[in-house]
């Protein structure tokens, strides 16, 4: 039995999504009593009702559906990938933040098994939103007693020195993205009293330095963009009963030339050590708007033809 709201959601305005499934499916569906009625050959029949329960979770998710959210699911049941692991991360508001694809999947399952989670992969995959949501979840959860959000303030070769303002003005661009996060999981609020109580705490990578943090959920974002000594620095910050999860997109280095990244350095030096466990994303694990999968394909290509031409890849 499905809620007349996930119904409605799930149909779409003007049952612009079933008339997507039926196209691409080859099957009749039609409603009734909270229910869908589905006819048309058992191969196609058995997909669209995979299809209408991945739906109806999302929408018990979310709320609603975006078109992209309908092809993006249609696209996984009709490529025969592997249905994705329900595993919920219960955050704040009674919400539940779940795995859309089996990447992040094995994400979310690497950070409830290790202490040190070293995530990569390509913008929109989820790196960050889903190491935030982990921590809130502890938080909830009282597994932690903090989370701490970190970020190196080094984008696109820019300096904290030519914006404007104070140092506080100066950073805030830079964690912004950390507290997007973080505003999707918890309150307004609730994260202000939290923020006051010390128990979030959202700084740049260089305010680390010299601390050791017990019983913390430590998130350092964008590590790409962290110098060798920098990792080991925040690395080492790791305190009883703590746990880490670095992610970054290693082809998004913005480091002065001739400084090696800490984040690939960390990959390969780490790589064996009990309790750290390495997860690679893939364009297959964007759930962004859909152009930015076909936007990050491009751009891979370009930098595999400037690489085979002797030239130095693009990145932004």
Known sequence: MVSSKALLAICGACDQHLRKIREALGVTIS????QFVI????EAVG????LLEQLQLQTQRVGVLAPEDVARALA????????VPATPLAVFSGRQVRAKTAGQ????????SN???????????GKTYLAVAAAVNALREERIRKIVLVRPAVEAGESLGFLPGDLQAKINPYLRPLFDALREMMEHDTIRRYTEEDRIEVIPLAYMRGRTLNDAFMILDEAQNTSIPQMRMFLTRMGSGSRIVVSGDTTQVDLPPHTRSGLIDGLRRLR???????????GA???RHPLVQAIVDAYERTDQRRKRGGQKPIHG
């Open 31 to 34: 409603t009734g009593d909270g």
């Open 39 to 42: 006819r048309g050959e058992p």
């Open 47 to 50: 997909k669209a009702t995979t």
């Open 76 to 83: 996984d049941v009709i490529g025969g990938k592997q249905a």
């Open 105 to 112: 999947a094995r994400y979310i399952e690497a950070i409830r």
């Open 115 to 125: 202490d040190l989670v070293f995530c990569t992969g390509p913008a929109g995959t």
């Open 272 to 282: 064996g050590i009990r309790g750290f466990a390495a997860v690679e994303l893939t």
């Open 285 to 287: 694990d964007i759930v």
